[in-house]
Each structure stands twice: as structure tokens, then as C-alpha cells.
């Protein structure tokens, strides 16, 4: 790789540097820049109104109208305060809402919807200027939907923007070490985040090279002041135990956030807090698994939708067995006893989708290919399995149909709705030991944050890094996250075989 060591090869880097942009000019570079986050903004703010406005109707048209026969004028007088959720928004970092993951971008649309539907409530109640009865349940209806349209918008929205050069923050990435070349694959791997990494800079003139991870070189910190006039605003600085305060303050005196990328292992990310402790930076974090109350929480919600879910598909459950029974006698059930909370064994109860022959099939296949034995070595899954009943057995399992005898798990206590998965024995072996201590400390899931983003495409490594994660970030926020996605996961059937 051919260095970029002189001031010419530097300038010409410089000049590569920011995407999908070649107009001449350092003033025209930063206009455009500046012109990006504005459309951002006003793309994100248009998506949010469209998602208020969609769910108000929705709830006028099923309740105010047909129940209370109340005029659209009643309500068009509210339209006003709307700006207050928008400002909300704003004030709660949601716009442009760069480096937010999905959970937390829940959860401050979650609170900041919430509050905006009291204070309007509030207000509309207590200063009604004429006898008009604002209907409570319309309110309320508004309200819940809102809080699902508001996150779904965003996500739309967001996956339609990917495609929009102008979309993405450029962002200039100072270091040349592994953890600065982690950063940028997380970058490139995370477009939802919204950063676009567009230049890496040394922080010491030597180690220049031509490009770090496919992001190009552009020499050292005396051509900082270069990029930034381009309308780069965003440093992430790679530092390390010997932490260069220096470097920190010539940096803010070009960019407008400087953020410090350091590794602290597997500890939690999700949920820190940062505290003064006279001038020393305290990083706390919280396991949440430990509190009384989100205990409670997350109990709550798995009887809630447990409940609520076990009613509305017990039809599907029944068709379901009676399909087994017609196709291959047998019995509908089958149980496996499976290591649950703190190494408690759970039966883990499942409609059967194998044949009653299934272990002799499996046996037979394996032995007569290879290939087939390597997947099922790697994974334990197979994608075209030959133990599965005809017809049925494919079909359920793309559909998540014969995990759903699980709610009554769930309902039980036994079980969670979001937790890591409960494999058998022969699977668990193949992790390392502080990993299956760390399963111990959850109850097994129905679903987990492994399934929603790879579901069976993944292999034991990342089986265990989202686990991992799930479990040291868990948060009431995080379950209702996973089970959205879940939904949207089983309806597509992406991934599941």
C-alpha cells in the first residue's frame, strides 16, 4: 500500500475524502454539508407529523366518530399543539438522532410521546373555552398508536434513506489502531446510526498509509482544520490508557463533537451513566437484571403479552396439531428438558415437526454426506432438514408456529418471552464455560436478540455475542424492541428453517 506521507499525496487524499461529493471548493463543500442536516432534520420531523397525524385519525375514525359522533372540528383545534411534540423530539436529541441505537430511540420517543399526551390532555382540558368533552378514549387510542407508528416511521424512513448519498454524517476518524478500524467497520455495518466514516487522520505523523479500512488517509492533525472546514463537525479519537488531553482540545477547536472510542470488553453499553467525582469521569453501570423493579417489569409484560397472545392464537394452535396428527400420527407435543434460570431444568414444550423416525433420518444423512455433516457440525441446523414432517414441518418453523405451546411456559413463570434461547445439551457444550454462566443469570427466551437479526443464518459465535450482549444491556426497552422485531421477523419467515 503506497504511502501518503508527502503534502501532495496528502492533498490528494484530502480531496477523496468525503463521499459522493466532488464539487470544487472548500465554502461549497461545507454548504452542502450544512444543506444535509438540514434535510435530515426536515425529513425526520415530516416522517414524525405523518405518524401523529395518521394515528390521530385512526383513533378519530374508531372512536369519536362512530361512538361519540363528534365533528373533526372538535379535534382540528388541538392541531397547534402538535409543534410540542416536535420540539419534544428535538430537545430529547432525536433530531438529527446520530449515534442513537434502535432501543434507545424507542425509548425517548416512548417518553417524550407520553409527556406531549399529557400536557395536550392537560391543556385541552382544562382550558376548553367552549362545552366541548374531548372523548379520553380517543386520547388514549391516539396515544398507543402513536408510540408504535413513531418508531416504525422512523425506521422506514431510515432504511429508505440508506440509499440517499446526502443522508449520512460524515465523520473523520483520528487513530490507526485496531480500535479505530473497529469503529469503522461498526460504522459501515450500522447505517441506522447514521455516521458515514469519510476520512482517518493519524494523530501522529507517522503510520500514514493510503486508506484504513477502505476510508481513505489524509495525513495527520495539521490538516484537521482542512477537513473540518469541508463541514465535517464529528471526530471519534481513538484513545488508550495514556489519554492526550492535548489532542482532545486542538481537536474541539475544529470539530463540534469529539467523541473518544475506547473498549471496556463486554461490559455493558446500553444505559450508562457518567458522574463527577471532583474532576475524575466515573463510568457507572447498572445490572439490570439485579433490580427488584425491572424484574417486575419485565414479569409484567410476559404475562401481559403471554396472556393476551395464548388467547388470540389458540385457533392457529389447534389446526396446527391437528395437521401432526393427519400427517403423522404420533404425538402433537414433545418436550426436551432444557437448563433455565440459575441451571433449573425447564421443559421446553414445542408441536412436533419432525418425524417419529427423526434421530435414524438424521443419522442416515449424515453419514452418507459430508457437507451436510459440516453444516450440522457448525450450526447444529440444517437448511434443507430431512427429519422434518412433509409439507407442515418447513412451513411451521419458518413461521415460529411450533414455539408457540411456549407462552404457556411463559405464562407459567418457567420461561420469558425474550431471553436467550434454550438449546439442548449437545449445543451448549460447544460454549466456553463463562458463557453458559452468564445464560444461568436469565430465564430462556421464546425469542432473543440472536433470532431477530440473524435468526438460524448465524453460527455459535454470534449466537453468543448477541446473547451476550442481550444479557449484559437488558432493559424493558430492549424485550419490547426484540419482540417488535420478532413480529415483523415471523411474518417475513426470513432467516428460519
Known amino acids: 500500500m503506497k504511502a501518503a506521507s508527502t503534502p501532495s499525496a496528502r492533498s490528494d487524499a484530502l480531496d477523496a475524502a468525503p463521499p459522493a461529493d466532488r464539487a470544487p471548493g472548500l465554502a461549497v463543500r461545507a ?10 432534520v426536515v425529513v ?23 361512538v361519540k359522533q363528534q365533528s373533526v372540528g372538535v379535534y382540528l383545534g388541538l392541531a397547534p399543539l402538535m409543534t410540542l411534540f416536535i420540539a419534544g423530539y428535538a430537545q430529547a436529541g432525536l433530531y438529527p438522532g446520530l449515534g442513537l441505537g434502535p432501543v434507545e430511540t424507542l425509548r425517548r420517543f416512548s417518553y417524550v410521546t407520553a409527556f406531549g399526551f399529557v400536557v395536550m390532555a392537560a391543556f385541552s382540558f382544562a382550558l376548553k373555552l367552549e362545552p366541548l368533552y374531548y372523548s379520553r378514549a380517543t386520547f388514549g387510542i391516539a396515544l398507543v398508536l402513536s408510540l408504535v407508528a413513531l418508531p416504525v416511521g422512523r425506521a422506514l424512513v431510515s432504511r429508505r434513506a440508506q440509499a440517499w448519498s446526502w443522508w449520512h454524517e460524515p465523520v473523520v476518524v483520528v487513530g490507526t489502531g485496531t480500535r479505530a478500524a473497529r469503529a469503522i467497520r461498526s460504522m459501515q455495518a450500522s447505517p441506522h ?4 466514516p469519510a476520512a482517518v487522520i493519524a494523530p501522529r505523523p507517522h503510520a500514514v498509509v493510503g486508506a484504513l479500512e477502505g476510508v481513505p488517509m489524509c495525513g495527520g492533525l ?15 479519537v481513538e484513545t488508550d490508557e495514556l489519554f492526550d488531553l492535548a489532542l482532545v482540545d486542538r481537536l474541539q477547536h475544529h470539530f463540534h463533537h469529539v467523541v473518544l472510542l475506547r473498549e471496556y470488553d463486554d461490559l455493558a453499553v446500553e444505559g450508562i451513566q457518567i458522574r463527577n467525582l471532583g474532576g475524575i469521569v466515573g463510568i457507572e453501570y447498572t445490572n439490570n437484571l439485579l433490580v427488584h423493579r425491572n424484574r417486575l417489569l419485565k414479569r409484567t409484560l410476559d404475562v401481559i403479552v403471554a396472556g393476551t397472545a395464548l388467547v388470540i392464537l389458540s385457533p392457529v394452535m389447534l389446526l396446527a396439531a391437528v395437521l401432526v396428527k393427519l400427517l403423522d400420527r404420533g404425538p402433537v407435543l414433545f418436550t426436551q428438558p432444557r437448563s433455565g ?3 433449573r431444568i425447564v421443559d421446553v414444550p414445542k408441536i412436533r415437526t419432525m418425524r417419529i423416525d427423526a434421530e435414524a433420518k438424521l443419522e442416515e444423512h449424515l453419514a452418507a454426506d459430508p457437507e451436510l455433516r459440516e453444516e450440522w457440525e457448525a450450526t447444529h441446523k440444517l437448511r434443507r432438514d430431512p427429519r422434518l414432517i412433509p409439507v407442515i414441518g ?10 408457540l405451546p411456549q407462552l404457556w411456559t411463559v405464562a407459567q413463570g418457567r420461561m420469558s418471552l425474550v431471553g436467550p434461547r434454550p438449546f439442548p445439551d449437545y449445543h451448549l457444550k460447544k460454549f466456553p464455560a463463562a458463557f453458559l454462566e452468564l445464560r444461568r443469570r436469565v430465564r430462556p427466551g421464546v425469542t432473543g436478540l440472536w433470532q431477530v437479526m440473524v435468526r438460524s443464518e448465524g453460527g455459535l459465535e454470534l449466537q453468543q455475542a448477541y446473547d451476550t450482549y442481550y444479557i449484559r444491556n437488558w432493559s424493558v426497552w430492549l424485550d419490547i424492541y426484540v419482540l417488535s422485531r420478532t413480529i415483523a421477523a415471523v411474518a417475513s419467515g426470513r432467516g428460519a428453517y
Do not use: T
Not at 193 to 196: D, E, I, S
Not at 224 to 229: F, G, S
Not at 394 to 403: A, I, K, N, W
Open 193 to 196: 446510526l447514521g455516521y458515514c
Open 31 to 40: 454548504d452542502r454539508y450544512r444543506a444535509s442536516r438540514i434535510g435530515r
Open 394 to 403: 418447513q412451513v411451521f418453523r419458518r413461521f415460529s408456529v411450533d414455539e
Open 222 to 236: 495539521d490538516d484537521a482544520a482542512a477537513l473540518a472546514a469541508r463541514g465535517i463537525r464529528v471526530a471519534l
Open 44 to 66: 425526520l420531523a415530516a416522517a414524525d407529523i405523518v405518524a401523529l397525524i395518521v394515528s390521530a385519525a385512526i383513533a378519530y375514525f374508531a372512536w369519536a366518530l362512530p
Open 341 to 343: 434460570l440459575d441451571g
